[in-house]
């Protein structure tokens, strides 16, 4: 089992730039796909990118495809979510989830504010 822990977060102007980390601790690490979500308050939690075990296939969703990119390193046991050009609609909280067929992990969060 894997335990994740999100940072990178912050506050920054409309068309500003924010580099989130993802650091997994435990074993085996190199086999789960890694998710990136984010939630509003009072929405529902809301799928932003994939990158699969060994990183070779990555997806996006609509809203952020093109401005975000995933990326992983699994012999430092890092995803890395490179956001730029960031709009208001982006804030919210981003978390990642570790995911394999037996095990599900997530870290706390970390808050990103896009405002002027």
């Known amino acids: 089992q894997v335990h994740l822990v999100e940072s990178g977060g912050g506050t920054v102007q409309p068309g500003g730039s924010l580099r989130l980390s993802c650091a997994a601790s435990?074993?085996?690490?190199?086999?789960?796909?890694v998710t990136w979500y984010r939630q509003r308050p009072g929405e529902e939690r809301e799928l932003v990118a994939q990158?699969?075990?060994?990183?070779?296939?990555?997806l996006y969703s609509d809203p952020v495809r093109g401005r975000f990119t995933v990326s992983r390193d699994n012999t430092k046991n890092m995803v890395w979510l490179q956001m730029v050009n960031l709009k208001p609609e982006d804030t919210a909280v981003y978390l990642c989830?570790?995911?394999?067929?037996?095990?599900?992990?997530w870290g706390q969060g970390t808050q990103v504010t896009v405002s002027s």
């Open positions: 989830q570790a995911r394999t067929g037996l095990d599900t992990a």
């Open positions: 435990g074993f085996g690490f190199s086999d789960y796909t």
């Open positions: 990158i699969s075990a060994v990183g070779r296939s990555t």
